[in-house]
């Protein structure tokens, strides 16, 4: 195994990128019995499904690289919002539809981005899981880009919409591009990928699809930042709250 100090910082990165999931996923949930068509329903529940499945697999190895005797429950159900990583573009309201499809394809690409990158890390257990993750994402990705397409180029309310929507979530894109206080040398050991170099093909791959639709990219200067180390929106607290409540009701139950 690595020397402590790698496995401190992978425990880090591992919360991260599952926060990021797990709070995605429960946001998705929401559509659930509330989509605007029936397919819509299943699919998106069936995305949140496989985020939150993303999130458990990544924590499983997060509790074992910490060894603290903790499971992948206890980090999902039993930290408070200041302990959670994830980036606050996941944990914005649902919003109407047009505005969850444009955070999910932002984010979808980024993600789809950085498992690929993880496919190849020296980091067995994440090149492993990151094998499967990454196949899932590429499903998720096509169901976005599919809808950012219809909605671009479709009625005068749904580019008015997905517009409004873009001009909204801009500011939180520059976050997917941080790993907090995870250092350098993971990078240097080929461990993780290097987010500059996402970063760069990310923008070309959204830029590209919004040029197919004549969807703009605001042109803005301040990014929020902040939800790597704990700091958050004020839509988090009540997303956990209604998120854990079940568990920290009963914490002793063995589902």
Known sequence: MFEKKIEENLFQLLVQIADDKLILGHRLSEWCGHAPILEEDIALANIALDNIGQANSLYQ???????????????????????????????????????????????????FLLFQKFCDSNFIELSDVSKKIVKEISYNLRHSKEWILRLGIGTEESKFNTQ????????????????????????????????????????????????????????????????????????????????????????????
């Open 164 to 255: 409004k929507a873009i001009d909204k979530i801009w500011e939180f894109t520059n976050e997917m591009f941080e790993f907090g206080n995870v250092e350098n040398f993971l990078i240097e050991k080929n461990i993780i990928p290097n987010l500059d170099t996402i970063k760069t093909d990310w923008e070309l791959s959204v830029k590209k699809i919004f040029d197919n639709t004549n969807l703009q990219i605001p042109n803005i200067s301040y990014f929020a930042s902040g939800g790597r180390n704990g700091f958050h929106t004020e839509y988090l607290g009540y997303l956990l709250a209604e998120m854990q409540i079940v568990a920290r009701s009963n914490p002793n139950v063995k589902w």
């Open 61 to 111: 190895i997060a509790v074992k690289l910490e060894n603290k005797n903790r499971s992948e429950d206890e980090l999902a159900f039993f930290r408070d919002e200041r302990e959670f990583r994830n980036i606050q573009i996941v944990e914005l309201p649902k919003g109407d539809f047009a505005f969850t499809i444009v955070r999910q394809f932002l984010y979808d690409n980024f993600s």
